[in-house]
């Protein structure tokens, strides 16, 4: 018996240094979709880095509704370029006569197009009010691997504030999968749970889904200098209208007090 169990141990000891030395040779890229929220950006791509091997960043000038930015974007992704979290730069030009959600896949395919030329094999897109464990996204790399998944789904937790989790019906978003020549993101009407549709890399043959358990993204939606901004031009802004109608709606949803996991207090405090 402690024979047998001695075996189960090393089999799974070898399979493990096995997939590990194969993610090593794998190219793991994110690419962020970024207008506002610049204030955010920087400790979310700190928090993921450690999971990435090219972290892209597709920036706009102008909203999908024509506003322009603030003055500060590109030298703040120009700053954290030199500082070697960021690894390329791509600018796009949205078309303002188009539908928001129109723009915003363009957007990300663009990304995904850009991550293909670049040579990576596994792809996931962020925006910057997004935040990971990049443990466990690593962990997931595992899970990618042993059971040959080629589109994987986590929960969505959504925050009111750094320590205030807000109690919302399930949503979930399409992390890592895995790029082929044809790969793009569009409405998967495959996908086996609930899912933003400018995210989802669309159904191939043979795809293997997965919903991955003890993995979250934490969306800290409403963490915002002017939060008018989030609700009146994201290419979701329709789902928000009720915010924007009644201001302090917000404020009344149910959250679960947590710990601060990314230490995002202090930089709320340098906003006031």
């Not at 972290?55 to 102008?62: N, R, Y």
């Not at 994201?234 to 601060?260: G, R």
Request: positive net charge.
């Amino acid at each position: 018996m402690k024979n047998k169990r001695f075996r189960q141990y090393w089999r799974r000891y070898c399979m493990r240094i096995n997939f590990t030395q194969k993610i090593k040779k794998l190219k793991w890229g994110i690419s962020y979709s970024v207008w506002d929220c610049e204030e955010l950006l920087e400790e979310s791509i700190r928090s993921v880095r450690a999971a990435a091997d090219y972290i892209q960043v597709v920036w706009q000038e102008i909203s999908w509704r024509g506003t322009k930015t603030s003055g500060n974007l590109y030298s703040l992704l120009k700053k954290l370029e030199k500082d070697g979290l960021i690894d390329e730069l791509v600018k796009f030009e949205p078309d303002i006569n188009d539908k928001p959600w129109h723009n915003e896949l363009k957007k990300r395919n663009i990304g995904l197009m850009m991550l293909k030329k670049r040579g990576v094999d596994y792809f996931m897109t962020m925006d910057a009010d997004e935040f990971y464990d990049a443990d466990q996204l690593n962990e997931v790399k595992y899970q990618i691997l042993e059971k040959k998944l080629t589109h994987v789904y986590s929960p969505i937790t959504t925050y009111f504030s750094p320590t205030k989790q807000i109690i919302l019906p399930g949503y979930f978003v399409n992390i890592w999968s895995k790029i082929y020549f044809f790969s793009k993101l569009g409405h998967n009407l495959h996908a086996p749970c609930l899912c933003d549709p400018t995210r989802e890399i669309l159904h191939i043959p043979f795809a293997r889904y997965w919903v991955q358990e003890g993995i979250t993204m934490h969306h800290f939606s409403f963490l915002r200098k002017n939060i008018m901004s989030k609700w009146t031009e994201t290419s979701a802004s329709k789902q928000y209208k009720i915010f924007v109608d009644n201001s302090t709606l917000y404020k009344n949803l149910p959250y679960a007090v947590v710990p601060d996991k990314f230490n995002l207090g202090s930089l709320v405090k340098e906003w006031k």
